[in-house]
């Protein structure tokens, strides 16, 4: 089985795939103190306690991360831990048949590169990807499969560590959807603020991005990923589908491209 590792900057999403199925995953804290051993125990604690993978063995590993420090560690851990087993990292000089369409193709996080392949070849281009993270992050594709450019926002979470650390008497609140927009609390007042402050950020931002990238805007898929999405799916007027694992999809294909 291929194991996927989506390394970010505050959570790690692993996925096993067999074949083009994934049939397990888990989502843990990135954690950059965490070594090579650690990973390892994790990982392996994992695997053995789910009732689906008794008896399975990893035959490869594909891993992208924005963490680098974190990323040296997974490099050991594979090493050490799985020397025998084909491992590939989203880096330079791995195909990934995307061409990026950057000043500096460099500055494009391996996660964006990695969204923007599954993206186009699970829905074709032109896409448009957004992945609710640590950032909010918009990736756009164009029809040909090219990585043409992105916008970045504060994501979620980060908003509401920034309201509470900066609001004397604003405080993190449980994320769910509010009985209606206008709050009669303070507690219905921060969740409208986000939920649907978010949702018509990705939708303000994803009218720009499309009619920049189409000369019609229907034509673009808004594809939505990332731990935090299904909070805005229901209040977003854009977003066309919700694809969990697009990352690690992404990352198996990758795999399949450098190892085949």
């Known amino acids: 089985m291929l194991l996927t590792i989506d390394v970010g900057n505050t959570q790690t999403v692993l996925g096993l795939f067999e074949g083009d199925e994934v049939i397990e995953h888990w989502r843990i804290n990135t954690d950059p103190r965490r070594t090579a051993d650690e990973i390892a125990v994790v990982l392996q604690g994992l695997v053995q306690q789910s009732p689906l993978l008794a008896d399975t063995d990893i035959s490869g590993i594909a891993l992208c991360s924005t963490v680098p420090s974190v990323l040296h560690e997974m490099r050991e851990m594979c090493r050490r831990y799985y020397g025998d087993v084909p491992a590939v990292i989203v880096e330079p000089g791995v195909k990934t048949g995307v061409p990026v369409r950057m000043d500096n193709p460099k500055e494009v996080g391996a996660d964006r590169i990695v969204n923007a392949l599954a993206a186009v070849h699970t829905h ?101 990923t990332g731990g935090l999405a299904p909070l805005v799916l229901e209040e977003s007027r854009s977003i066309d589908v919700f694809e969990p694992w697009l990352t690690l999809i992404g990352l198996r294909l990758i795999y399949e491209r450098n190892t085949v």
């Open 124 to 224: 074709g281009g032109p896409a448009i990807v957004v992945d609710f993270g640590t950032a909010t992050t918009f990736d756009a594709v164009s029809a040909k499969g090219e990585y043409v450019g992105g916008a970045i926002a504060p994501g979620i979470e980060t908003s509401i560590d920034a309201l509470s650390t900066r609001g004397a008497q604003l405080y993190k609140i449980e994320l769910v959807r509010p009985r209606n927009v206008i709050g009669k609390n303070t507690v219905e007042a921060l969740q409208s603020g986000i939920i649907f402050g978010f949702a018509g950020q990705v939708d303000g931002v994803v009218e720009r991005m499309s009619e920049e990238l189409a000369g019609d805007p229907d034509e673009v898929t808004v594809i939505a």
